[in-house]
């Protein structure tokens, strides 16, 4: 019967030899790891910058909007408001007439009914100059509105 061979060590150039192969392929294969995560990485924070320029975008295109419709609706008011004012000072003007105009020609009936004549002629003379001056204002006013 033979003896029992013995398992021959490993020569330790063969396993440091091994080892150092060993610890290239996981650098190697770390190296690929991390370049790809840096990849993905990059490209993941391409796309987020794309979709937050985008929605950036379209908030500020959103603001414009709305910021150039409430404009043209505050003009629109405006206008109207203006249209409003114009009339009413207009119904004023006309009131006023109408009621200085009242006025005077009372003091006309009143004069006319007088049998002192100093006193008819005086108060036909302001009658006179108040139609004037009255005429002068509302036609000056009529202007101020237009």
Known sequence: MTAPTKPTAPKPT??????????????????KAAA???????KTAE????SATA???????????AVDETTERVNEFNAKFVE??????NLGVDTY???????????????E?????WVADITKAQVS???????TVTTTARDLLK
Do not use: W, Y
């Open 55 to 65: 929605a950036a975008d379209k908030a500020a295109a959103d603001l414009t909007k």
């Open 14 to 31: 063969d396993a440091a030899a091994k080892a150092s192969e060993a610890a290239a392929n996981a650098t190697d294969a770390a190296t």
């Open 113 to 117: 009914a007088t049998p002192i004549e």
């Open 84 to 89: 409003a004012a114009k009339q009413s000072g």
């Open 97 to 111: 007439e109408k009621a200085v105009g009242s006025i005077l020609d009372m003091q006309e009936k009143f004069a």
């Open 36 to 42: 790809d995560a840096t990849a993905n990485a990059q």
């Open 129 to 135: 100059f108040a139609r004037e001056l009255t005429s």
């Open 47 to 50: 796309k987020l910058t794309a």
